[in-house]
């Protein structure tokens, strides 16, 4: 049986989710920029990370934050404009990318619809490279990963039965996803693993069925199982409405 690997945080509600995570990234970010100068984050899509951001650009957060020592990527996008309702990047300046002093120069928005998807991906890869710090295989290291959680076992775009789950060799893929039927363009799995922290962030009891499943099934049934950080920490941050399904031994 597979179980749900890494720390688990469980909060009473998506608020206090919301401030655990901030001050997680208030550690992490203060940590970065004590050892390598700045803070390298990819933040998650979604609506979940909307209050996460909301808690952020606000005190005590929006001055603890060392905001030009941040640069911000995004773990998977649509393949939208920039400023169309669905994307991430819009949502991200919406929520926080506009309410903190953060440089334009550090924001790197993973979709421009003057290329298609794979020109996209092509040219994110080429993005991380010249900016992440890569390790010694080459592989861009993020000091935090943010991901969210799909109905469906999903994570960032890894979405089950497509081809990204077995994309082994580029840092960045477009993949086209039926049941959407759209394309989306995402970090790959060994990415998201070569990160030195995960945060996983799921909220709601709509996800409490999905979180059971993915707790008891065995390993490789949903895209989220993948999520397995090769020297990095992996951390789950749950409110008890999603954690309310998890097995005894889980929480
Ligand atoms: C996206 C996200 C995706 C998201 C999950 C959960 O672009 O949609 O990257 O992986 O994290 O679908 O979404 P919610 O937070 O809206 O439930």
């Given at each position: 049986m597979a179980s749900i690997k890494g720390h688990i945080h469980i909060l009473q509600g998506a608020d206090e989710l919301s401030r655990a995570l901030a001050d997680y990234w208030l550690r992490l970010c203060r940590e970065a920029v004590q050892q390598r100068g700045r803070f390298m984050v990819a933040l998650s899509g979604g609506s979940t990370p909307r209050l996460l951001h909301e808690v952020l650009a606000q005190a005590p957060y929006r001055d603890a934050v060392e905001w030009e020592k941040v640069w911000v990527f995004f773990g998977d996008e649509r393949?939208?404009?920039?400023?169309?309702?669905?994307?991430n990047y819009h949502m991200a300046v919406e929520t926080l990318l506009s309410q903190v002093p953060i440089p334009a120069t550090q924001v790197f928005p993973m979709f421009a619809p003057a290329l298609d998807a794979p020109q996209n991906a092509q040219h994110y890869a080429a993005q991380l490279a010249e900016h992440v710090p890569l390790d010694a295989e080459g592989w861009p290291v993020f000091d935090l990963i943010l991901l969210g959680m799909g109905?469906?076992?999903?994570?960032a775009s890894l979405?089950?039965?497509?081809?990204?789950?077995?994309?082994?060799?580029?840092s960045v893929a477009a993949v086209y996803v039926d049941k959407l039927v759209t394309w989306r363009v995402s970090l790959t799995y060994p990415v998201l693993n070569h990160a030195r922290h995960i945060a996983v962030m799921v909220a709601g009891a709509g996800k409490a069925e999905t979180l059971r499943q993915v707790a008891q099934s065995a390993a490789g049934s949903f895209p989220i199982q993948g999520i397995a950080p090769v020297a990095g920490e992996l951390h789950w941050f749950l409110d008890r409405a999603a954690a309310a399904r998890l097995p005894q031994g889980e929480t």
């Open positions: 393949s939208v404009p920039q400023d169309h309702p669905q994307s109905d469906d076992g999903h994570t979405f089950p039965g497509t081809s990204i789950l077995q994309e082994a060799e580029k």
